[in-house]
């Protein structure tokens, strides 16, 4: 494995680390974050597509790769949701151990992932380890009756969200379409619920998200995404570090999108809170390795 190949599958880590910590800075309302980072999705894979000279798939590989974005762009906009509630140091790990939860299941029930009893056996434990590891980034020492009741509403709405994720990942496998060719109609469907969900507000009173600058500004966060995205499409080809490495090393977001939050958003931990986030960060990306490499 060449030094190349390593640093194209940290990009994940800069870029998914980075964005949830840069749309809270930026603000706004969750509707102007996921028009934003639509928005900014869509030039970066727009520019991509031009570059590579790349064809619009066509038929129902365009429309499972459309389903794809919306699925991404639904879930994302409940965990801007969740940030507002509990911040982001505490739902994006929460998040992505569903993510790997739902992932891992699909592969075990959808792919025949995990053959044997003895790899379902060590890949049940390593999930385990996820819900552990999570529930540990999210403890608090002092204990308050009203974060109690929004961290419960937001893991709630989390879980909702990993439909979105779920959707996100297995659409474009129902067709087989490979990542370059999907990134575009991926962010076309992203946009559609970014356009939709901010006519819809405005129908209903509120401000319209298109006609706000907050909304624009957002568009700097989509980058981030993008990167993140195209640099884990590249990562995970056979020449490169392929699916399982490229995925593990993707996964090392959680600890920047993490500690970002704690660090640059104020979300303040106690020493002993901090001590307890980075043991349950270290679980989730241990497991995450291991439900990959059975």
């Given at each position: 494995?060449?030094?190349?190949?390593?640093?194209?599958?940290?990009?994940?880590?800069?870029?998914?680390?980075?964005?949830?910590?840069?749309?809270?800075?930026?603000?706004?309302?969750?509707v102007?974050?996921?028009?934003?980072?639509?928005?900014?999705?869509f030039?970066?894979?727009?520019?991509?597509f031009?570059?590579?000279?790349?064809?619009?798939?066509?038929?129902m590989?365009?429309t499972?790769?459309?389903i794809?974005g919306?699925?991404?762009?639904?879930?994302?906009?409940?965990?801007?949701?969740s940030?507002?509630?509990v911040g982001?140091?505490?739902?994006m790990?929460?998040?992505?151990?569903?993510?790997l939860?739902?992932?891992?299941?699909?592969?075990?029930?959808?792919?025949?992932?995990?053959?044997g009893t003895?790899?379902?056996?060590?890949?049940?434990?390593a999930?385990?380890?996820?819900?552990?590891?999570?529930?540990?980034?999210?403890w608090s020492?002092?204990?308050?009756?009203?974060?109690?009741?929004?961290?419960r509403?937001a893991?709630?709405?989390?879980?909702?969200?990993e439909?979105?994720y779920?959707?996100?990942s297995?659409?474009?496998?129902?067709?087989?379409?490979?990542?370059?060719h999907?990134?575009?109609?991926?962010?076309?469907g992203?946009?559609?619920?970014?356009?939709?969900?901010?006519?819809?507000?405005?129908?209903k009173?509120?401000k319209?998200?298109?006609?706000?600058?907050?909304?624009?500004?957002?568009?700097?966060?989509?980058?981030?995404?993008?990167?993140?995205?195209?640099?884990?499409l590249?990562?995970?080809?056979?020449?490169?570090n392929?699916?399982?490495?490229?995925?593990?090393?993707?996964?090392?977001?959680?600890?920047?999108?993490?500690?970002?939050?704690?660090?640059f958003?104020?979300q303040?931990?106690t020493?002993?809170?901090?001590?307890?986030?980075?043991l349950?960060?270290?679980?989730i990306?241990?497991?995450?390795?291991v439900?990959?490499?059975?």
């Open positions: 494995m060449n030094t190349v190949a390593i640093l194209i599958g940290l990009g994940p880590l800069i870029g998914w680390g980075l964005f949830p910590t840069i749309a809270s800075k930026i603000g706004g309302r969750p102007n974050q996921i028009l934003g980072t639509a928005l900014g999705t030039i970066f894979a727009l520019a991509v031009l570059f590579k000279g790349l064809s619009m798939p066509t038929g590989d365009l499972f790769a459309i794809s919306i699925g991404w762009a639904s879930a994302q906009l409940i965990t801007f949701r940030f507002t509630m982001s140091s505490r739902a790990p929460i998040t992505t151990a569903f993510q939860l739902g992932a891992s299941l699909w592969g075990v029930i959808a792919l025949g992932n995990w053959p003895n790899a379902k056996i060590i890949g049940g434990l999930l385990v380890l996820i819900i552990v590891g999570a529930s540990m980034t999210v020492e002092h204990k308050d009756a009203s974060n109690s009741k929004k961290l509403e893991v709630v709405l989390l879980a909702i969200g439909i979105g779920w959707a996100y297995a659409a474009p496998q129902a067709t087989h379409i490979d990542g370059m999907a990134f575009l109609p991926q962010a076309i992203m946009l559609i619920v970014g356009v939709v969900y901010s006519i819809f507000l405005a129908i009173g509120e319209l998200a298109l006609a706000e600058g907050v909304s624009y500004r957002q568009i700097f966060s989509g980058f981030f995404f993008a990167f993140a995205a195209l640099t884990y590249i990562s995970t080809q056979p020449n490169m392929g699916l399982a490495t490229g995925f593990i090393l993707s996964q090392t977001s959680v600890v920047l999108a993490t500690l970002t939050g704690i660090w958003l104020g303040k931990k020493r002993r809170e901090m001590q307890i986030t980075v349950g960060l270290v679980l990306l241990v497991a995450a390795t439900t990959v490499l059975i």
